[in-house]
C-alpha cells in the first residue's frame, strides 16, 4: 500500500473546502509538514499491523503518516466536518479500505475504542492534553505506550522527575500509569497556524504490572491533589484537611507511610503517594 502524504498547500485548501479555521477553543494546529509526522511516527516505533488511536486527528497529516507504515487506526475526532471528511482523504491517497476507522466523539468521553489500539499517536489539542492523557490511560489498560506532541511546558511537567520545580500532580499522575520521557522538540513553523508557544514529543510506556486498582488511584489522586494545592507548605500542613484534619494527625499518616511530615509534595515519588493514601 503506497500512501501518499498532504502537503501544505493540499491542507489548506482542504481546510477552505470545508470552511475549517483552525481554533483556538478546539486548540487546532495543524502540521503541514510531512517529514514532521513521519518523525513522530517513527519516534512512536509504528510497524505495520499494530493498531493504533490517534486523537484529533484534524485534516490528516499524521493520520497518513501513520497508515503509511501498514498499521491500522482509529482516529477519534470532536469536529464533526473533520470526521466526516477524513476518510475520503484517506482513501483518495492511497488507503486501503479497512484500515481507518473515525469516532466523531469528544475524546474527554469517550469511554470504549474499537479494535482495542495498543499505540497512542497524536497532535494533542493543547488546551486539554493532559486531561486526555490521562483519560485514556485510565480508560483503556490495553494501550501499551505512546508518543505525542504537547506544549512544550506540559511535556516537560509529564516527563519531570521528583525534586524539580516543574514536576506537580500532572507528573505524578501520569507517572501512576508508566515510565515518561522527553523525545524530540518540533518547530512552530510547521504548524498552521503558526503557535505562539514551543512543541515536543512525550513518550510513555505503561509499566507491565498495574501500580493499584481503582480505589487506590483516586485515594492516591486525591492525596497528590492535596499536596500540590499548597505546594510550598510542609506536607503536614498540606495534607492536614485530607489526613484527620490537624497537623499532627497528618504527621501520624506520613510517618506511618514512611514519609518525613517535614517534605514538600514535589519531593516525593508516585509510589511515596500511594503509601500515605493506604496508610489513611
Not at 497528590?224 to 503536614?236: N, T
Not at 500511594?274 to 489513611?280: T, V
Amino acid at each position: 500500500m503506497t500512501v501518499q502524504l498532504l502537503g501544505a498547500a493540499e491542507i489548506r485548501a482542504l481546510a477552505a473546502d470545508l470552511d475549517v479555521t483552525p481554533t483556538k477553543k478546539l486548540g487546532q494546529n495543524f502540521v503541514v509538514d510531512a517529514n514532521t509526522v513521519r518523525k513522530i511516527v517513527q519516534v512512536a516505533r509504528v510497524t505495520a499491523g499494530e493498531h493504533v488511536v490517534e486523537v484529533g486527528p484534524g485534516l490528516g497529516s499524521l493520520t497518513l503518516a501513520i497508515l503509511e507504515t501498514g498499521a491500522s487506526v482509529v482516529a477519534v475526532e470532536i469536529d464533526h466536518r473533520l470526521a466526516e471528511r477524513l476518510p475520503a482523504t484517506a482513501r483518495a491517497h492511497g488507503v486501503r479500505d479497512g484500515m481507518l476507522r473515525v469516532v466523531d466523539a469528544d475524546a474527554l468521553r469517550i469511554q470504549e475504542l474499537p479494535g482495542e489500539p495498543a499505540v497512542l499517536v497524536a497532535n494533542l489539542p493543547y488546551n486539554v492534553s493532559v486531561p486526555v492523557l490521562l483519560h485514556f490511560l485510565e480508560h483503556f489498560p490495553y494501550l501499551q505506550r505512546g508518543v505525542v506532541m504537547v506544549q512544550s511546558e506540559v511535556g516537560e511537567r509529564l516527563a519531570a522527575a521528583p525534586g524539580s520545580k516543574i514536576y506537580g500532580a500532572p507528573s505524578v499522575k501520569a507517572a501512576w500509569y508508566g515510565r515518561w520521557r522527553l523525545a524530540g522538540t518540533v518547530s512552530r513553523q510547521v504548524f498552521w497556524p503558526v503557535p505562539n508557544v514551543d512543541s515536543v514529543l512525550v513518550g510513555f510506556e505503561r509499566d507491565a504490572e498495574p501500580r493499584g486498582d481503582e480505589a487506590e488511584r483516586i485515594a492516591t489522586f486525591q492525596i497528590v491533589d492535596a499536596a500540590f494545592q499548597q505546594r510550598r507548605k510542609m506536607l503536614r500542613q498540606a495534607l492536614s484537611p485530607v489526613l484527620g484534619g490537624s497537623t499532627a494527625a497528618a504527621s501520624a499518616v506520613l510517618e506511618a507511610a514512611g514519609v518525613d511530615p517535614t517534605e514538600r509534595g514535589e519531593q516525593l515519588t508516585v509510589d511515596d503517594f500511594r503509601r500515605i493514601a493506604a496508610a489513611r
